[in-house]
Nanobody
Framework: QVQLVESGGGLVQAGGSLRLSCAAS????????MGWYRQAPGKSRELVAV???????NYADSVKGRFTISRDNAKNTVYLQMNSLKPEDTAVYYC??????????????WGQGTQVTVSS
């Protein structure tokens, strides 16, 4: 089994910054793409940013220029640096990892979610 443990959420004023972390552990052969998603009340979950094992990144248009995703492959950890936060960034943020649990089998895993609240 694979566990994703997130940390770093909280309450911040508009214009402030937060850094989220997500560490994968357990039965891991290799961690492939890792990403962050978010879900605001009454809305569906949406992609925020994703990063491949090689470091290629992709961002939602709404966060480009403000958020930066990075990872430490040695630690199986992904980070999300969030700057210039806006009230509309308020959501539960979820980490996702695409994991090769064996050389032949791949699965997707989710973290438990961490609340980010941006006050105006």
């Amino acid at each position: 089994q694979v566990q994703l443990v997130e940390s770093g959420g909280g309450l911040v004023q508009a214009g402030g910054s937060l850094r989220l972390s997500c560490a994968a552990s357990g039965s891991i052969f290799r961690v492939n793409a890792m990403g962050w998603y978010r879900q605001a009340p009454g809305k569906s979950r949406e992609l925020v940013a994703v990063i491949t094992s090689g470091g290629s990144t992709n961002y939602a248009d709404s966060v480009k220029g403000r958020f930066t995703i990075s990872r430490d492959n040695a630690k199986n950890t992904v980070y999300l640096q969030m700057n210039s936060l806006k009230p509309e960034d308020t959501a539960v943020y979820y980490c996702n990892a695409q994991v090769a649990v064996t050389i032949l089998r791949r699965e997707g895993f989710w973290g438990q979610g961490t609340q980010v609240t941006v006050s105006s």
